[in-house]
């Protein structure tokens, strides 16, 4: 660090590199998960852990609440303790319900780091910076989905011996112990298709860049893309529900329509439009 | 039985004598004590070397419990710091002369538990050693911390209360460090020549000293609220239900007031009975302490029912799902020994034959910081374990590494308060021989219209201007 360059350029570092004011969104990255065409099967959250290099944490960390699963697919069992009474359910096995990071666009974990280490990026993601974080753990506390996961411990020996190491995915980095992190609807894999769209000088189009979890399953029950884009299949979707950004309560014509986010109510925002699971009566 | 707050006829060269005695060289109880504070410590010194290096997973940390008792134990010692503040700036302002045998410990132990809660946020930290991230210096990478998190308020609200209390603490020092100054022989006369700043116990330095203790003393009190004020903005301007309460801020404040009252009245006895102060923290003193601390304990009960109601009535549903899990969830025994330390056992400081007895009340006192530390514990714990999303909800209890970190930190303030007692005098001398000396006169209006030669020095408690100096300053 020069002092000479800080006291020069005073006004420039004053503030720090963000400009305030209103910023337009160049991409709006959103998703829809029709939940009716989740089989549970997890491939999902296997293919998360191949891509973004997520420790396996072995079993027992996993039952103490030290898992480090990006993607985290829930199941849902009708029980009759928990209020369920439909028997046919019940026998029919359970529901499910792939969750990540929803990306609010009013998110609740970014205002409270102390250091600014989780932001909202101009593609409309929540961003994490690992580099940057201290572990306060205060943006995990806030997230009322808890979704963010912490590095409680160092992984990359354990969770990838010799020569498991090899297989790691080069475009993002291993996380060490005392790190938060979470679900970035893989930004490598976006900021690849945006070099490879300015290279060959034209506008990134839908499909260019799709998570691994999209490309994983196996019913396509997940749908990723551009919301600004009109002519992408997530934001014909997203119209054909009639949820739209921005909103605490959606206002819809059909009530019968089943795209809904989760926890809307307390206005986050959500990027994830999830399609209720239809069940026959 | 004593009714009078200090014997009015105690002879000055007494007073120096008894505090001056009891920072002679100590006796073997007190490296008794010193050795214990240090095994407490090295505990906690040897738990956070193996958290450090292996993680924060090893105090049984987990998702979605973030946060644990290492936060809970920061909020609690944040709150025995408003003790001192309490005695010594609110009580001077408002001329409360009983203050003055007591105020001294009172104010080292805002200073002492304030260096013990600033060890807690960084200890918890995943990356301690990037600590300093959150502070805004000068990066040539135009990179500032987050002026909108409540983490970075604390940062600022707990340095400035640290450095003005401990400011506080050193000025109102000054005179008697001039006396022990007088009295001491080789290194303690090196190092109080230097920190009595050449006082000599003039008229212009008794002036500037009174201008600049109760400016100090006005400075303190709205730093002390505001500080816990922000330290509740940790939880309150979060979204979780159980932490989103608008009645926290005040709610933080009487309880920072209480447990350090009750600190207050466990470090009294203590002091009392090992330093023989029984001339000095006397009955009358102590429990003019105890109504003090029981009308802040109604405060602090009334503020805690109110949270219920308003939760209750506020018909947020997971809010109030939250709130019942404390009282029948697995964390309610814990919750209800809270209500049963902070609210029932306040009562016998209002029970006149308990007030008196030093036993009684040296437990009680306990008991009531140990349901202000609870307290803190319920506010942390429980919200994490039921919050807006069911499929995170779980138990955990706290492991070995963070009780051996939160007890060693009890060690650390015993230390510190330790070295205090027998560095610096812990009564303040010429406190008072000012109490004496307004007491001895208040009876006699002659001696007093003598004394009090202008009429802008009539009230009592005001600075004597024609007071004589106290022998050796």
């Not at chain 1, 898992?67 to 069992?77: A, C, S």
């Not at chain 2, 290492?70 to 944040?78: L, N, R, S």
């Not at chain 2, 201007?465 to 300053?473: D, L, Y």
Request: hydrophobic share 45%; net charge neutral.
């Amino acid at each position: 660090m020069s002092l000479k360059n800080v006291l020069e350029n005073w006004s420039d570092y004053r503030k720090g590199h963000e400009q305030g004011g209103h910023h337009d969104y160049e991409h709006m990255w959103v998703m829809a998960v029709d939940l009716d065409k989740c089989t549970g099967c997890n491939a999902c959250s296997v293919a998360c852990y191949a891509e973004n290099n997520l420790a396996v944490v072995g079993k027992e960390r996993m039952m103490k609440g030290q898992g480090m699963h990006w993607l985290r697919v829930e199941r849902y069992w009708d029980e009759p303790q928990i209020g369920g009474d439909d028997g046919q359910f019940q026998s029919a096995g359970g529901s499910f319900l792939p969750m990540m990071c929803q990306h609010c666009n009013a998110a609740t974990c970014e205002p409270v780091c102390p250091v600014a280490a989780t932001y909202h990026t101009p593609d409309g993601l929540n961003a994490q910076v690992y580099n940057r974080c201290i572990g306060s753990r205060y943006c995990s506390n806030n997230c009322p989905y808890r979704l963010r996961y912490f590095n409680f411990f160092s992984y990359y020996e354990e969770s990838w011996p010799e020569p498991l190491n090899q297989q790691l995915n080069p475009d993002l980095s291993v996380r060490d112990k005392g790190v938060m992190e979470k679900c970035t609807f893989c930004v490598q894999r976006i900021r690849t298709a945006k070099d490879t769209a300015r290279r060959e000088g034209r506008a990134v189009q839908d499909g260019d860049a799709v998570t691994a979890c999209a490309q994983t399953c196996p019913t396509q029950a997940i749908v990723f893309g551009d919301m600004l884009d009109k002519e992408s299949r997530v934001s014909k979707i997203w119209a054909k529900q009639q949820v739209e950004l921005g909103k605490t309560k959606q206002v819809k014509a059909n009530p019968e329509l089943r795209g809904y986010r989760i926890l809307e109510g307390l206005n986050t925002d959500p990027c994830i439009m999830y399609l209720d699971r239809v069940r026959e009566v | 039985m004593q009714t009078k707050d200090i014997n009015e006829n105690i002879a000055w060269a007494q007073i120096n004598a008894d505090v001056l005695r009891s920072m002679e060289s100590p006796r073997m109880g007190y490296w008794i004590a010193v050795a214990a504070c240090l095994a407490m410590v090295a505990c906690a010194v040897v738990a956070e070397i193996y958290q450090y290096q292996i993680g924060m997973g090893v105090g049984n940390l987990n998702w979605p419990h973030m946060w644990d008792i290492y936060i809970a134990t920061f909020v609690f010692w944040i709150g025995m710091s408003h003790s001192g503040t309490l005695l010594s700036a609110i009580l001077h302002i408002i001329h409360a002369d009983w203050r003055k045998p007591i105020y001294r410990f009172a104010e080292a132990m805002t200073t002492f538990s304030l260096m013990t809660a600033g060890l807690f946020p960084i200890i918890h930290l995943g990356r301690v050693w990037n600590m300093y991230w959150v502070l805004p210096y000068v990066s040539d990478r135009g990179i500032w911390p987050n002026y909108r998190s409540p983490l970075v308020w604390d940062a600022f609200a707990i340095t400035t209360y640290l450095t003005s209390s401990a400011l506080f603490l050193f000025i109102g020092m000054i005179p008697d460090l001039a006396i022990c100054r007088d009295n001491a022989r080789g290194w303690r006369q090196k190092l109080y020549t230097v920190l009595s700043m050449g006082w000599q116990g003039d008229d212009r330095q008794w002036r500037n000293f009174r201008k600049i203790y109760l400016l100090m003393a006005c400075f303190l009190i709205p730093l002390a609220v505001s500080v816990h004020s922000i330290v509740s903005a940790d939880f309150a301007m979060s979204i979780m239900p159980g932490w989103h309460i608008t009645s926290f801020p005040p709610y933080f404040v009487a309880g920072a007031l209480y447990s350090g009252c009750a600190a207050i009245i466990t470090l009294f006895i203590i002091l009392r009975y090992f330093f023989r102060f029984d001339e000095y923290m006397t009955i009358p003193i102590l429990e003019k302490t105890c109504k003090l601390t029981f009308a802040i304990a109604m405060v602090w009960s009334y503020l805690t029912l109110i949270e219920f109601a308003s939760v209750w009535y506020g018909h947020d549903l997971v809010a109030k799902e939250s709130l019942m899990e404390r009282f029948v969830g697995p964390y309610s025994p814990f919750f209800w020994l809270m209500l049963f330390c902070g609210i029932i056992c306040p009562f016998a400081l209002a029970i006149e034959k308990m007030r008196r007895h030093l036993p009684t009340m040296f437990v009680v006192s306990l008991l009531l910081n140990l349901g202000m530390w609870l307290e803190r514990w319920m506010i942390v714990t429980p919200t994490l374990a039921t919050s807006h999303y069911p499929f995170a909800w779980d138990v955990m209890w706290p492991g070995m590494v963070q009780w051996a970190i939160v007890f060693g930190s009890f060690g650390w303030f015993g230390l510190l308060f330790l070295i205090f007692v027998k560095v610096f005098p812990s009564v303040s001398m010429y406190e008072v021989k000012e109490m004496v000396f307004h007491r001895r006169h208040a009876h006699r209006p002659d001696l007093a219209a003598k004394f009090h030669r202008r009429s802008s020095d009539q009230q009592p408690g005001d600075t004597a201007s024609g007071q004589p100096r106290p022998e050796g300053a």
